[in-house]
């Protein structure tokens, strides 16, 4: 079976926010997006008073296109993962946005917490390398060819 017909993905490209404070974490997750041909686009903030800014196209944000898809970092300063995520569903206009949690943490509490806020998936960082790049490529596969993703509110 082949991903959908390419001519489908040129009337929408897709928008994904990542939301990662390690700046070695967030060029390495962009970087192996990217080199699995995941050519979208991608935008980084680095916690979550500004992933909420973001979706909410507040101050500087203003002009952001809405994402179709976040990948969110758990352990973050100012506001963690758990708590943007409690507020995007908590967000008539943002509850349907699929929220990816990409974390280093492999704590059940942790895995339990970001399902019962509805997380559509946890994905645990795989420290070695290419495990990695391995992850990302098939997270990009999967998220960004394969899924039906619902459509942008305003």
């Known amino acids: 079976m082949t991903p959908p017909d390419d001519s489908l993905d040129a009337k929408r490209k897709i928008e994904v926010l990542l939301v ?4 070695s974490d967030a060029m390495l997750t962009i970087e192996a997006l990217r080199e699995g041909c995941v050519t979208e ?3 980084h903030v ?3 008073v500004e992933a909420l800014a973001y979706l909410r196209r507040e101050g500087k944000y203003s002009d952001a296109r ?3 898809v976040v990948l969110l970092d758990l352990n973050m300063p100012r506001k963690n993962g758990h708590e943007v995520l409690k507020e995007i569903r908590a967000d008539d206009a943002l509850q349907f946005l699929p929220v990816i949690v990409l974390t280093t943490s492999d704590d059940e509490r942790d895995v339990l917490e970001a399902y019962g806020e509805n997380a559509n998936c946890y994905i645990t960082k795989p420290v070695d390398l290419n495990a990695f790049v391995r992850a ?3 997270l ?3 998220w960004l060819k394969w899924v ?3 459509p942008r509110t305003v």
């Open 136 to 138: 990302m490529r098939s």
């Open 20 to 23: 990662e404070d390690s700046p």
């Open 46 to 48: 680095e916690d979550g």
């Open 41 to 43: 686009r991608l935008h």
């Open 66 to 68: 809405r994402p179709d």
């Open 148 to 150: 039906t993703l619902p």
């Open 140 to 142: 990009g596969d999967f």
